[in-house]
């Protein structure tokens, strides 16, 4: 057995957490922040058979897009030069991040 800890986008916690439900995986879902954007990622528990793993990842791949967005690059005050705009640019978020564990006991009480 194993335990993926799954961190995805806010954006694509409803749909996976759908599809997830629909083909049986147990998953609880656990509210995280990002570190670079500082916005809401989720974080879900989810644990599945060995057998079953590769599936797992199959649907969270479908749902888990990269895709970029628009940021404005901070530049502190003392730093900036007079004349110098600072346009946004584009940073790629999304996708997901997986930690595959393995579990030596389950026990559901």
Do not use: W, Y
């Not at 800890?5 to 990002?34: C, E, N, P, W, Y």
């Amino acid at each position: 057995m194993k335990l993926v800890l799954a961190v995805i986008q806010d954006a694509d916690a409803s749909a996976l957490m759908r599809a997830l439900s629909q083909h049986s995986f147990d998953v609880t879902k656990l509210a995280s922040t990002g570190g670079f954007l500082r916005e809401g990622n989720t974080t879900l528990m989810i644990g599945v058979d060995d057998e079953r793993l590769p599936d797992l990842k199959k649907h969270i791949q479908n749902i888990c897009h990269a895709r970029t967005r628009l940021m404005s690059p901070s530049v502190p005050i003392s730093e900036q030069n007079e004349g110098l705009v600072s346009e946004p640019v584009e940073v790629p978020v999304g996708g997901a991040v997986l930690f595959v564990l393995d579990v030596q006991e389950f026990i559901k009480v």
